[in-house]
């Protein structure tokens, strides 16, 4: 039986923004061995990696270093490695080993958060299978990001990965036990520690649409240290590429009256290339969809 527990609960206004998810069913070995064969991708020489680095925000295998280095100006303290998993599974060839682990991770993954957004629906008043249909969760992309912050020299000159919120539904993250991820909340930022072999939850920006506002994406940011090295892998979950995502519209309508959309309807594919595209800056790709209250 899975374990719920929520890590940031505004007193304000109820909103709940992140959980913790643990008694999740994926073997505690499996999370280890997913943590070390991407950490066994990171070790590779640079020019095996190399071959992996991908040209498009589309492609299904890029990894590198920083966040966006076209864009970004600043360098931050973070490599990463972005894997599209589903509806096609892609890993890179290298190290031997890490394609099958994988596999089997994406899927027993994908499993535990489509479970959670059969309680999100139902917490919506929606029927459980609401979001699976109408986003058509079976297509649904599923994106591996492994990141390795290194120990840094500077640390309080330096950054892991700037405040951003994630595109999708879900993320659920896990680490290698060192910390450094935080979380806005009311205002502050404060360290998240998950619990050994739990999965850290974040709603992304698409479930805060679809829900037109009742759930929000979670402002998040990865912070470097200077004694150990951190690696996380966030596996994001979202719509298929070509679902286009709009509050639903039986949460527009209740005995109460009409309320209205506060976000417009984009198409996933187009979000992900404009936030993947862009310099990671807090909420600035949701704004984009966001409708101003008249
Ligand atoms: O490393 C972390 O804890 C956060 C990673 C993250 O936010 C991301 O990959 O989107
Ligand atoms: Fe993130």
Known sequence: MWAIH????????????????INHGVPENLLSSILDGC???????????????????????RSGTSCNVSVEKAFYWRDFLK????????????PAGL????????????????????????????EGSYIDKAQ??????????????????????????????????L????????????????GKWVNVCALPNSFLVNTGDHLEILSNGRYKSVLHRAMVNNK??????????????????????????????????AYAGMKYKDYLEIQQSNKLDGKSCLDRVRIPAV
């Not at 994988?102 to 919506?124: F, N």
């Not at 659920?172 to 935080?182: E, R, S, T, V």
Request: negative net charge; glycine residues 8%.
């Open 6 to 21: 929520f890590l940031a609960n505004s007193s304000m206004n109820k909103q709940r923004y992140l959980v913790l998810v």
């Open 39 to 61: 950490k066994g991708f990171f070790d590779l020489p640079e020019e095996e990696k190399q071959e992996f680095k991908g040209n498009h925000v589309l492609d299904p295998i």
């Open 83 to 94: 894997v599209f998993v589903h509806p096609v599974f892609y890993s890179p060839t290298k």
């Open 99 to 126: 394609s099958e682990i994988s596999l089997e991770y994406s899927q027993r993954v994908r499993e535990v958060a489509r479970g959670l957004l059969k309680g999100i629906s139902e917490s919506l008043g929606l």
């Open 136 to 169: 058509n969760l079976e297509q649904g992309k599923q994106i591996f990001v492994g990141n390795l912050y290194p120990t840094c020299p500077q640390p309080e000159l330096a950054m892991g990965l700037p405040p951003h919120s994630d595109h999708g539904l």
């Open 171 to 186: 993320t659920l993250l896990i680490y290698n036990g060192i910390g450094g991820l935080q979380i806005q909340h009311e």
């Open 228 to 261: 150990a090295t951190r690696i996380s892998i966030a596996m994001a979950h979202g719509p298929s590429l070509d679902s286009v995502v709009s509050p639903a519209p039986e949460l527009l309508v209740s005995s109460k009256g009409n309320e209205p959309a």
